[in-house]
């Protein structure tokens, strides 16, 4: 893909592997919207993309609160005509067994690694579809768990594993859905583990030695991102450059529809009811 003049939304990319891929997709003359909660490190990453000739913006906000995700969906808007690419890769990671919740009373991860991206996304999906061919990458894992529609937000028999891997299924659920919501419209979206146990401070902060390098989920990313061969392709997953399998449930159209209901509900972005559902 030539990406001279692409504009380029990536979350959580004043750090670890997102900040490789803003590095390299500003390199290759894209204009990249970098995002993270830190602004002395959004700044210094926006340095580095102009250092080597590129052009990058920063914007601000934490995705454990579903209104800044709103306002990030509007600066985005504010700042450009056209979205060709939206990463979702910011990330909570598996580190803690302390239950948390996010600025809404959502359990921490499930809203942070699944919610602000799904509501991002559909923020975002007008800018998406007006500047078509685009495309959408959702950094996901291969630690996956069936999400537990029950408990969803897993008040019962707690871990940060659990919850990471149930937050990160929820993302490829909501990837195979999009697909098809999204068939003839040009907006492709694809989603990917990347690499396992990247050197990243999310890994180590969950006492992890690393295994891989950042550089290498990086090629990962770019591929969904900008490769020619997923021109047009959609609702896939990827293990790093190969294209897998995802858990079961990814593929049970019942479980697809019942998260998008749900989500769309604790967004509020859920229909109104009709006078005949109310009664």
């Known amino acids: 893909m030539e990406l001279k003049d692409k504009t380029i939304l990536i979350t959580g990319s004043t750090d ?6 803003a590095q390299r997709l500003g390199a290759a003359g894209a204009r990249v919207l970098v995002h993270g ?3 002395t490190r959004g700044k210094a990453v926006i340095a580095d993309i102009e250092a080597a000739g590129g052009k ?3 914007l601000a906000a934490d995705l454990a609160s579903l209104a800044q995700v709103r306002r990030l969906a509007e600066a985005v808007r504010g700042s450009t005509t056209r979205l060709d690419i939206l990463i979702n890769n910011a990330g909570v990671g598996t ?3 302390k239950r948390q919740t996010s600025a809404d009373g959502y359990e921490l991860r499930f809203a942070v690694n699944y919610l ?3 509501l991002l996304t559909s923020e975002l999906l007008p800018l998406l579809k007006a500047s078509a061919p685009a495309r959408i990458v959702n950094v996901a894992s291969a630690g996956q768990q069936a999400i537990d529609f029950d ?3 897993l008040t019962r028999g707690y871990s940060g594993v659990r919850a990471y891997c149930q937050s990160k299924l929820a993302q490829i659920l909501f990837t195979v859905d999009l697909a098809e ?3 003839g419209s040009g907006v492709t979206v694809n989603a990917l583990h990347p690499a396992s146990y990247m050197n990243t401070t999310m890994v180590r902060q969950a006492g992890v030695t690393p295994w891989s390098s950042v550089e290498t989920g990086a090629e990962a990313i770019l591929n969904l991102a900008t490769s020619s061969a997923l021109e047009g392709r959609s609702g896939l997953y990827f293990d790093g450059l190969r294209e897998s399998r995802a858990d079961a449930q990814a593929y049970d159209a019942r479980a697809r529809q019942q998260l998008r209901s749900l989500s769309l ?3 509020g972005l859920a229909s109104p009811k009709s006078k005949e559902e109310q009664s």
């Open 16 to 21: 670890g592997v997102g900040r490789v891929v």
């Open 37 to 39: 909660r830190d602004a």
């Open 116 to 118: 602000a991206g799904f």
């Open 56 to 58: 990058a913006e920063f």
């Open 151 to 153: 408990d969803v937000m």
């Open 181 to 183: 919501q999204l068939e």
């Open 265 to 267: 509900d604790l967004v």
């Open 95 to 97: 580190a803690g067994d």
